[in-house]
């Protein structure tokens, strides 16, 4: 059974750092060939963050670049979504997404709040 497991939300002021992984089991991680990060605000529809391939190119939402960094670490099975300048915009239940070729795999989301 594919799993993946955010963590490393919370609750942080703003300017602070956080960082989010995203750990997966029960599949080969070199079968995904796509990694997201995904967010969704009280009220607004869930929008992309970032995304990391397999092979390692990287891609952000405009909001995000300069601020957030997506990696991969292969032999932990995890992507993590380094967010740096933290806004109050950016809280939201932050999301992974895994895409293979016989579909997508979400995970179950991790709240982050930006808050004074």
């Known amino acids: 059974q594919v799993q993946l497991v955010e963590s490393g939300g919370g609750l942080v002021q703003p300017g602070e750092p956080l960082r989010l992984s995203c750990a997966a089991s029960?599949?080969?991680?070199?079968?995904?060939?796509?990694t997201s990060w995904y967010r969704q605000a009280p009220g607004k529809q869930r929008e992309l963050v970032a995304v990391i391939t397999s092979g390692g190119t990287t891609n952000y939402a405009d909001s995000a670049k300069g601020r957030f960094t997506i990696s991969r670490d292969n032999a932990k099975n995890t992507v993590y979504l380094q967010m740096n300048s933290l806004k109050y915009e950016d809280t939201a239940v932050y999301f992974c997404?895994?895409?293979?070729?016989?579909?997508?795999?979400w995970g179950q989301g991790t709240q982050v709040t930006v808050s004074s």
């Open positions: 997404m895994a895409r293979v070729v016989i579909g997508d795999y």
């Open positions: 029960g599949i080969a991680f070199c079968s995904i060939a796509t």
